[in-house]
């Protein structure tokens, strides 16, 4: 990398709270759902790769509703000059964010050489946040490991962030996990290589002008709290996905935002216009509510709820009976 953008001067953090980007989970109608849990979460798309957001159906892929906002676009991709492109195209369909996934150890992944092999060309990952961050004005972020196999060290994980941040970027979201690329499954390398909470805060030490968010293994608002006196924000993924509902105390707990707890029915009840929309465009009913079967998670009549939609809205010409007749088994349980 031979040229440096000015770091722009850092904003209040706007990722006090975090939805991870997750492959086949995170998409519009689970990132609308979740909206209604919670007003202030910033919420993440699943990955995009370049070539997607470059040569396919851009509509069906980047659109979003307006209530989902703030909401950040994750792109896939090692080539600056595809991803400054893709960046222009995330600003114009209206994302809050474009972020770089620099963590995802899948093959298929380290084929299209991005994801987490990344963290080994540190130059190159800057060469594309200099792109990126001159071809759009939204914010440029990257979500990044700890490392990956044996470059493992305290030493190249600051080499990397270092930089990186040389090319412009100020936010890094951090799993604090390194990556195996070699012999662990994605599932794997969730679980198996343990967390290093100590090296992310030293990055938050010895960067402390830097935005670093933390993600991997926080379960609640309370693990929350603790971090978020270390770090900028932190990053909730398969937690929330399986029980939606700890979220609804995150406005007042992590915002200090006092509005009114929705109930899970009222939840419910907000979605169904969504629903009832997407449904007379051609959406299956199956493709919204596998996403909301956590929503009754630990409470009376929840595995009733999930086994009713499991059961009935993969059901062809099914509409939104499925999930009032579910709601009713949960009030008589």
């Given at each position: 990398m031979t040229e440096k953008l000015q770091a722009p001067i850092l904003w209040p953090s706007s990722h006090r709270l975090c939805l991870a980007p997750m492959l086949e989970w995170t998409d519009r109608h689970f990132r609308y759902f979740l909206r209604l849990v919670s007003k202030r979460i910033f919420l993440y798309s699943e990955m995009v790769t370049t070539g997607a957001v470059l040569q396919g159906d851009r509509s069906r892929l980047l659109a979003f509703d307006a209530a989902e906002h703030p909401v950040a676009l994750q792109l896939g991709g090692s080539d600056p000059a595809d991803l400054a492109e893709s960046s222009r195209i995330a600003e114009s369909f209206g994302y809050d964010e474009v972020n770089l996934n620099v963590g995802c150890p899948s093959d298929r992944v380290q084929s299209g050489r991005f994801?987490?092999?990344?963290?080994?060309?540190?130059?190159?990952?800057?060469?594309?946040?200099?792109?990126?961050?001159?071809?759009?004005?939204?914010?440029?972020?990257?979500?990044?490991?700890?490392?990956?196999?044996?470059?493992?060290?305290?030493?190249?994980?600051?080499?990397?962030?270092?930089?990186?941040?040389?090319?412009?970027?100020?936010?890094?979201?951090i799993h604090a996990r390194k990556a195996c690329l070699k012999g662990l499954s994605p599932k794997e390398n969730r679980e198996v290589p343990p967390l290093r909470y100590d090296m992310a805060r030293q990055l938050k030490e010895d960067f402390p002008h830097l935005e670093i968010v933390l993600n991997g293994g926080i379960m609640n608002l309370q693990e929350c709290l603790e971090h978020l006196q270390t770090f900028d924000g932190v990053m909730l993924g398969r937690s929330i996905y399986h029980n939606p509902y700890l979220l609804t105390e995150a406005d007042r707990v992590l915002f200090g935002d006092n509005h009114p707890v929705p109930t899970r029915e009222a939840i419910l009840q907000a979605l169904l216009p969504y629903v009832e929309r997407e449904l007379a465009q051609g959406t299956r009913l199956q493709s919204i509510c596998r996403h909301i079967l956590g929503l009754f998670h630990g409470a009376p009549g929840g595995r009733l709820w999930r086994r009713h939609l499991s059961e009935n809205a993969v059901k062809p010409g099914v509409g939104v009976e499925v999930l009032r007749a579910a709601l009713e088994l949960t009030r008589y349980n």
């Open positions: 994801g987490a092999c990344l963290m080994a060309e540190p130059e190159l990952v800057a060469d594309c946040m200099l792109a990126m961050r001159k071809a759009v004005n939204i914010p440029v972020t990257v979500k990044t490991r700890i490392g990956i196999d044996n470059r493992d060290s305290y030493r190249e994980l600051a080499h990397f962030v270092r930089t990186v941040a040389d090319g412009g970027c100020t936010t890094f979201i």
